[in-house]
């Protein structure tokens, strides 16, 4: 299992990596599409929703199961990657490189309430 230390994490398995522009871009944990297995679909937010913090904004469907993807936190949808609805298998491959949405902060502090590398490995330790 792959956890990037530059990354931030949701106990949900969602991680987040903030770009210069100040926005966040959020996709799905190594650990969360391994857990999934072959994911054949993916439901992606509409650009200019707002979401709330831990609010379900996406989907991810394997041929085992169907996981919410939650917002980690509060924003507005700016973008989001076409390219891995197309091939949902994106996200099996790469879970890193597959990002499923670009947020817009809402709040400032955003990422003090987010997990880092350390603390979400110790979560799913925990949960295996």
Same mark, same amino acid.
């Given at each position: 299992? +792959?956890?990037?230390?530059? *990354? &931030?994490?949701?106990?949900?398995?969602?991680?987040?990596?903030?770009? +210069?522009?100040?926005?966040?871009?959020?996709?799905?944990?190594?650990?969360? #599409? /391994? @857990? =999934?297995?072959? *994911?054949?679909?993916? /439901? $992606?937010? #509409?650009?200019?929703?707002?979401? +709330?913090?831990?609010?379900?904004?996406?989907?991810? /469907?394997?041929? &085992?199961?169907? !996981?919410?993807?939650?917002?980690?936190?509060?924003?507005?949808? $700016?973008?989001?990657?076409?390219?891995?609805?197309? +091939?949902?298998? !994106?996200?099996?491959?790469?879970?890193?490189?597959?990002? =499923?949405?670009? =947020?817009?902060? *809402?709040?400032?502090?955003?990422? @003090?309430? *987010? =997990?880092?590398?350390? #603390?979400?490995?110790?979560?799913?330790? #925990?949960?295996?």
């Amino acid at each position: 299992m +792959k956890v990037p230390a530059e *990354l &931030k994490y949701t106990d949900s398995h969602e991680w987040v990596r903030w770009e +210069k522009d100040g926005s966040a871009t959020v996709g799905v944990t190594d650990f969360a #599409q /391994e @857990s =999934l297995g072959d *994911l054949v679909f993916v /439901e $992606l937010p #509409q650009v200019g929703r707002a979401v +709330k913090a831990g609010e379900s904004c996406a989907v991810v /469907e394997s041929v &085992k199961a169907a !996981s919410d993807v939650y917002a980690p936190i509060a924003g507005e949808v $700016l973008a989001v990657n076409q390219a891995v609805a197309d +091939k949902p298998e !994106s996200i099996n491959a790469d879970a890193y490189a597959a990002w =499923l949405f670009r =947020l817009r902060p *809402l709040e400032a502090g955003a990422n @003090s309430r *987010l =997990l880092d590398a350390g #603390q979400y490995e110790s979560n799913v330790a #925990q949960h295996k």
